[in-house]
């Protein structure tokens, strides 16, 4: 599904390398998750598959499905099928919940050559994908973002998620900032969506999203390479121990 | 005194050309007018008012040429059930206009209303002559007095349908001067609609009085000639618990200056005025306002929103002026741009004069751009960079928009601004 090669990522501004060398094969119906201490390149990794602006690709590469991503605009990705749910969803004062996602819906179709989806038709889907998510008619009605909680803006994520049906989601610390019934929810809401054709990248500090969103295989980040991977054990071994065992066994 | 000088040759070079239209009950109002241009003398680019606005186009001799501009989109406001006056370069067009009867408001045209006994007889040129201070507006003087068109609207019910005033463009140098009065009476209501670019330079004057407990709504768009130059004033008068709501939604034009002087004399009325504006290139855009609480309770709202690129101007002057005895008054305004690029500008001068010691008045202005992170978002769920920006650009308009209370006023507002930016991508 996705395979990442020898990815080299520096910042634009300063020159300052940040991802040295990632290599990573996710297939179609895993999960992956990826952990690491603060630093270690990991939101790195997110921003620069999705296409945000400020980061140089110096080496590597990223194929999404054979197509490489790495030259295509951020639009293009999402019409690929890559999804990045945000560590801190944006606020997008005066845009409409529901007009900002039947908009990013009918771009996706359209780039896709697809039908548009009719508005009765949209409003019948969303309706549905929002009741589960716990997600009320306010919550669309308002503003994209604008006075969510942090649990409401992750479970917007996952809504978009699940409406804009990507092949391969990436979750970056979709735990951070949520409470133990909103991990639960936004969990139910991923483990909904997992199935055979899709992939998923979860970013995490933490093994607790990862007792909810059980993975396939785990890896270990550090200073911008992949240091070590294994099984859901290897998430619990950095639960108990901290990067610091890990990190001193490969160094 | 070399720039008093300048001002009344100026002055007299523009008067020279004009002729004080004669006959009926609007004579003494326009010599008393005449006395006031020439007390006054036309603006000149060195007086404050006028820091920001080159007013010389405006007060030359003869208006400079403006193309035509034509464009294949269905008129705005036509597909509304309304009744609709037009005027061709400043003339009202009888053939093209709709009857003017309409229960609950009579219409006449200024040209016609003769008769020594006349509502408008009160009105005409007091709104405008009271708005001369504290602030000089001479080219509303100009217009009153050399006004040859325009249409007298009494208001004593609460009409079916709005009134559109259509203002074509069909010279390249037509210089229209057009003056309404608008009445309405106690507890009445109604909803003026104007469109149309109207002239290659066009001074239209608008006075309107708002009895207690009437309600006016007003919805304006410019017209899209790239070339034409307006200066337009609105005078206001409201009584107790009246309302007068005004949107104004101008799309190109090489210059334009809007003028809107409200006084609030009755208690608890209200006034919102708002402006949405999209300029590329050669577009300078000033919105003048001026709001005076004279009464308690009032509440008034400005909000203007400017959306520039391609080195277009845009400045806003708005004051609100509470005087000592309005206690309770509650003021807001806000003036913001959009800037698209570092070529564009935006001049803003708010000001707050407050004489009354319990109000709650607030204002603010700001300049920026397309907020990236936004933007990012908004691409990374499939939108692609252009519809992205237009969504993130209408969503910083619509706190103007919104102030239309009409849904399909509104909606036909965001639809030609959505157009517009369409258009208008880089």
Known sequence: MLSIKNLHVKLEEEDKQILKGVDLEIEAGKVH??????????????????????????????????????????????????????????????????????????????????????AAEFLKLIRARAKELSIDAD??????????????????????????EPKMCILDETDSGLDVDAMKLVS??????????????????????????????????ADGKIVKSGGPELALEVENNGYGGILAEVA | MADAAEKLSTTDARLAEL?????????????????????????????????????????QPGAVPAALFDNDEAPIFGEMDRLNIVFVDGVF?????????????RIERLADASSDIHWARDLYGTLEAKGQDPVQRPLAALNTAFASDGVLIHVTGKPSKPINLTYHHRSETSDAILHHVIKLDPGAEITVLENGPAAARFNKCMEVDVADGATFHHVRAQGRDHERRAATHIFARLGTESVFKSFTLTANGVLTRNECV???????????????????????????VFITHDAVGCESRQVFKK????????????????????????????????????????????????????????????????????????????????????????????????????????????????????????
């Open chain 1, 33 to 118: 998750a990826i952990m690491g201490p603060n630093g270690s390149g990991k939101s790195t990794l997110s921003y620069v598959l999705s296409g945000k602006d400020g980061y140089e690709v110096t080496d590597g590469e990223a194929v999404l499905e054979g197509e490489d991503i790495l030259e295509m605009e951020p639009e293009e990705r999402a019409a690929a099928g890559l999804f990045l749910a945000f560590q801190y969803p944006v606020e997008i004062p005066g845009v409409g919940n529901m007009t900002f996602l039947r908009t990013a819906v009918n771009a996706q179709r359209k780039a896709r050559g697809e039908e548009e989806v009719s």
């Open chain 1, 139 to 164: 919550m669309l009605k308002r503003p994209v973002n604008v006075g969510f909680s942090g649990g409401e803006k992750k479970r917007n994520e996952i809504l978009q998620m699940a409406m804009l």
């Open chain 2, 307 to 426: 959306v520039l690129r391609n080195g277009a101007t845009g400045v806003f002057q708005g004051k609100i002026l509470v005087k000592k005895d309005a206690q309770k008054t509650d003021g807001y305004q806000i003036s913001q741009s959009l800037l698209l690029d570092e070529d564009s500008q935006f001049l803003a001068k708010p000001e707050l004069e407050i004489y009354a010691d319990d109000v709650a008045c607030s204002h603010g202005s700001t300049s920026g751009a397309i907020d990236e992170e936004a933007l990012f978002y908004l691409r990374s769920r499939g939108v692609p960079e252009a519809p992205a920006t237009d969504l993130l650009t209408l969503a910083f308009l619509a706190e103007a928009v919104e102030e239309i209370e009409d849904e399909d006023l509104r909606e036909e507002i965001n639809g030609r601004l959505a157009a517009w930016l369409e258009r208008h991508r880089s």
């Open chain 2, 93 to 105: 067009d009888t053939e093209a206009s709709d009857d003017l009867s309409l229960e609950g408001v």
């Open chain 2, 19 to 59: 002729s004080l239209p004669t006959g009926g009950w609007p004579e003494a109002a326009r010599s008393d007018a005449l006395a006031r241009v020439r007390q006054m003398g036309l603006p000149e680019r060195r007086d404050e008012y006028w820091k920001y606005t080159r007013p010389d186009t405006l007060t």
């Open chain 2, 262 to 288: 409200i006084e609030l004399t009755g208690d608890d009325a209200v006034a919102h005025v708002a402006g949405a504006c999209v300029g590329d290139g050669d577009f300078h855009h000033d919105d003048t």
């Open chain 1, 188 to 221: 139910e809401g991923v483990n909904a969506l997992r199935n055979e054709g899709r992939g998923f990248l979860v970013i995490t500090h933490y093994q607790r999203l990862l007792d909810h969103i059980k993975p396939d295989v785990v890896h270990i980040m």
